[in-house]
């Protein structure tokens, strides 16, 4: 007697537990009655009848991902594989639908994800590819959401995470990235040397310039001392030639003390005379006058000719 208590008390436990359920957050449970759909419980505490009722399934409501790589070539013949992620969820209004029409949901977002990509990436070359990355996820999410939403599902985001060409065509982009670089570089450069080039051609001009400038004002002021000297020699009854004389061999004897000033001066002397200085000032005298004749004799010459040309060209007197 004791022992059937016990069992029928189990027996009404183990009954009455399983007139309960519990679903928890984020999650939906489907339940049906005599294998027909009959509702969908939320989270907390639910009641069913044994037997009648069952619990189909539970349905996630968390956001999810999956991840889809693709392999498909560019407008330009570039193999490429693209990696699209699609977060997605299910609609808390469509839980019938997404839990009764669609048996494997994953292998239809994926089925799409390689459709669409498979007809935008062929229309692009590689380069636009990875500039336009945005727009083919743009377009995998509108067809995800045209298609998906009537299966009760409903798309968050779509993005290209990752796009990987072959490998070789990887090192020929760094290669021909690197040699734009240096190409830069070298104009870079380029550019910097003819800077440093007119910089330094304009800081010899000037410097040239200034010292033209300070050699004509050496000899100026070289020229006026000597303008005085001579003027101060006539005042004491020299005239100017020997003045010009003296002045001559002054300096010839001040070049002769300041080569004496250095233990290490190399210089090739003439011929070295008392009368040194005033046969030069003759010889210099001697070619001043000789070439200014010269030139009074080219200049007749030159009127002499322009004469005869003139008579020449004048008419014959008429008969």
Sequence with gaps: MSFTIIALSVLGFLALTSCFFVVRQQTAVVLEALGRFDSVRGPGLHFKIPVIHRIAGRVNLKIQQLDVMVETKTKDNVFVKLKVSVQFKVLENNIFDAFY??????????????????????KLKLDDVFERKDDIAIAVRRELEESM???????????????DPDHAV?????????????????????ESSRILIVAKARAEAESKRL?????????????????DSVAVLNNAGINSQEASALIVITQHYDTLQSLGEHSR???????????????????????????????????????????????????????
Excluded: C, H, W
């Design 101 to 122: 029409k669609l048996q494997n949901p994953y292998e239809q977002i994926t089925a799409y994800v390689f459709d669409v990509v498979r007809a935008e990436v062929p």
């Design 265 to 319: 001066s190399q210089l090739i002397l003439l011929p070295n005379a008392p009368s040194a200085a005033s046969d030069m000032l003759g010889q210099l005298v001697a070619s001043f006058v000789a070439s200014k004749e010269m030139g009074e004799e080219m200049k007749n010459s030159a009127l002499k000719l322009q004469a005869e040309k003139k008579k020449v060209a004048l008419p014959e007197p008429k008969q």
């Design 170 to 190: 990887k090192n020929a982009m760094n290669r021909i990235n690197a040699a734009e670089r240096e190409k830069i570089a070298a104009e870079y450069e380029g």
């Design 149 to 163: 939403n009537e299966y009760g599902y409903g798309i968050v985001k779509a993005l290209v995470t990752d796009i």
């Design 211 to 227: 010292q033209g400038q300070g050699i004509a004002d050496q000899r100026r002021e070289i020229a006026k001392g000597l303008e």
